[in-house]
């Protein structure tokens, strides 16, 4: 009786759920538009994510948040547009609390917009302005919710360092120790998220190479607020690249690279005397992998990361990431994916030698189900561990029910 | 047009058998809706991209006899083929248990998928010159979308029908069922996933019925 009843809810849902994927492919078309014999398209789309999130405090990577459980909505609009077969133009603007998952009240930005030329058909050269994410690594093309295997993003593109981008540290105590001292916000990551700063981008692909260099006006490290241009202009640029090889369609294998100026303008003043904010620059290499077939896909990206740190000097730091989805099911797929952040030791005459901050590992367990082909539900559990210094651990729970439309 | 010539010769070939005692003819026109809007492609994050824009695929009708018609003991395999980013062709109609092979003719991967009740399925990804084809067997009456994990955009149809009569128009709507039994049937118009036209028809031997759907 009792499997009756759940066949004949399963039957109901599926029914529903294929009158749903008809009633958002309608959507799709009526948010479609085109002009002039079709050489002018448009189309508007998006997503509405829903999630909560539970965890220890201090809250980790990039969610600030003094309440434990924190449920945070987020509606996202994207508009794609295509005039004729070479110029291409997208933006993204979103509703929430934040950026990043906080208990702000709610907001509305324009996190991205890029205007995109593409002289050739075969791609040799593509030219793109505006505010989008960088070129660096290969977490960028799966960062939205739809496409994350996960809720939140790898290790090193979340988790804050002693670095600060607002004001110099005073001392070699105050930089390793700040995290006593000052707001959650107050630190950088390697890199902020996506990256969205802004600027311009030249790349292409030459047979089984790709290139990719961008000049933007903010470093991978910098702050949400550090992206926008009329915040922050053009005078302390920072060039990344990436240059890529895809020996077939299973694999996709890169190197990047980034150099530039990571404090913001009011850190000047608390700099040494004599010194201004291009002198204290954010260095990256990177090398990714990516490999799929079938049902499995894997990736692996590796950050050697070095900040010119005033009254301290060089700080570095290596991260790296496996990440592996694998579907079981058309609906349903697991992931799995293990970070490590190592720190290196900074020294001065003073205080001796002295890690910068403390070794970080961090597993990711996710699952995830497509309802319909519009619906999606994550579940995540993240167990993070200091491997030096207290060793304090962190126990984070999140799900997120994502509608695309 | 090559493809629109294999199907008329596959379902005429397909009913070869009945076609023997079958000779009534069926042919007329079905309103189609208005062109579809041209579909963008996200490329939001795929900064290497080459020009190009998405061909626009004009909505074709199916037609097809309904009715208890015996199982036939082979069926033609079929092919949607996903070229240019898009499936070809993007509708296709077939009957029950036909095996449909999904070759990739792009440079690129696909990961074609379908929820729809009549058949549920993941290929994955798999590149262009992998063999055997991966294929699907449709063993279930109903219409199945396709999509593609990679490119949102894609879109196709498989019409899976209980029948080995039926024919697609062209773009113009019209059509011409061939071949068929005499008898009182419904002839069928699938227009789109909410609109199937129907009307009763009286089939005599040698003889060719005009049937329009407005
Ligand atoms: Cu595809």
């Keep these: 009786m009792k499997l009756r009843v759940l066949s004949l809810c399963a039957f109901a849902c599926t029914a529903c759920a294929f009158d749903i994927d008809d009633f958002f492919d309608r959507l799709d078309t009526a948010l479609t538009i085109s002009a002039f014999h079709d050489n002018l398209r448009a189309r508007l789309s998006g997503t509405l994510d829903l999630e909560i999130y539970h965890f220890e405090q201090p809250a980790p990577g990039l969610i600030d948040s003094s309440i434990d459980t924190l449920f945070n909505p987020r509606l ?4 794609d547009a295509q005039v004729g077969s070479h110029i291409y133009f997208f933006s993204q603007s979103r509703l929430d609390r934040g950026f990043d998952p906080s208990d702000n009240g709610a907001q509305i930005r324009l996190d991205e917009y890029a205007l995109r030329v593409t002289p050739w058909d075969d791609g040799r050269l593509t030219l793109q302005i505006g505010k989008f994410a960088t070129v660096v690594g290969n977490w960028i093309p799966r960062h939205l919710s739809w496409e994350n295997p996960f809720i939140n993003a790898p290790l090193v593109y979340e988790n804050l360092t002693s670095i600060r981008d607002k004001s110099a540290p005073f001392s070699l105590f105050d930089f390793v120790y700040g995290f006593y001292y000052y707001q959650k916000y107050a630190f950088n990551p390697v890199i902020w998220g996506p990256s969205y700063a802004s600027g311009i981008s030249v790349s292409g692909r030459l047979d089984r190479f790709d290139y990719a260099v961008e000049m933007k006006n903010a470093s991978l490290s910098s702050r949400p607020e550090s992206w926008n241009v009329t915040e922050n202009g053009f005078e302390h640029p920072t060039f990344s690249g990436r240059l890529g090889f895809r020996p077939n369609e299973a694999w996709n294998l890169g190197f990047s690279a980034s150099e530039g100026p990571y404090f913001r303008r009011e850190a000047e003043t608390t700099l040494p005397p004599g010194r201004d904010i291009g002198d204290y620059r954010e260095f990256v290499l990177g090398q990714d992998a990516g490999f799929a077939w ?3 896909q894997v990736w692996v990206e590796f950050y050697e990361a070095r900040f010119e740190v005033p009254r301290v000097g060089n700080a570095d730091t290596f991260a790296y990431y496996v990440e592996a989805k694998y579907k079981f099911t058309p609906q349903f797929f697991g992931a799995i994916r293990w970070n490590q952040q190592l720190f290196g030791d900074v020294s001065n005459p003073d205080s001796g030698s002295v890690r910068w901050s403390d070794d970080l590992a961090r ?16 579940l995540q559990y993240s167990y993070q561990h200091e491997t030096t210094g207290q060793g304090r651990d962190n126990h984070l729970v999140a799900a997120q029910l994502t509608t695309r439309f | 047009m090559r493809l629109r010539g294999l199907l008329w010769f596959n379902a005429v070939f397909s009913i070869m058998p009945v076609a023997l005692w079958a000779s009534a003819v069926v042919e007329g026109r079905v309103e189609l ?9 996200a490329k939001r994050y795929e900064i290497v991209t080459k020009g190009g824009v998405l061909s626009t695929q004009p909505p074709l009708a199916v037609v097809y006899l309904d009715g208890a018609f015996p199982k036939l003991a082979s069926l033609p395999t079929k092919q ?56 699907q067997v449709f063993d279930k009456l109903g219409l199945v979308t396709l999509r593609c994990d990679i490119h949102e955009h894609m879109r196709g149809l498989i019409l899976v029908l209980n029948t080995p009569y039926f024919v697609m128009t062209d773009t113009d709507g019209h059509f011409r069922l061939s071949g068929l039994p005499a008898g009182r049937y419904t002839l069928k118009a699938w227009i789109d996933s909410r609109t199937t036209r129907e009307k009763p028809v009286e089939l005599k031997n040698d003889q060719t019925l005009h049937i329009d759907f407005p």
Excluded at chain 2, 33 to 41: E, G, I, Y
Excluded at chain 2, 113 to 134: Q, V
């Design chain 2, 80 to 135: 949607v083929a996903q070229k240019d980013l898009t499936f070809v062709p993007a509708l296709l109609p077939v009957p029950v248990g036909t095996k449909v092979e999904f070759p990739n003719l792009d440079e690129t991967y696909h990961n074609i998928f379908s929820y729809s009740p009549a058949k549920r399925f993941d290929l994955g990804r798999y590149r262009p010159e992998e063999r055997p084809i991966p294929t």
């Design chain 1, 363 to 378: 597993i990711d367990l996710a699952a995830g189900y497509r309802f319909t082909s519009h619906t999606q539900l994550k």
């Design chain 1, 294 to 296: 079938r049902h499995v």
């Design chain 2, 33 to 41: 809706p208005k062109s579809h809007t041209a579909p963008v492609q």
């Design chain 1, 76 to 79: 996202t609009l994207f508009l």
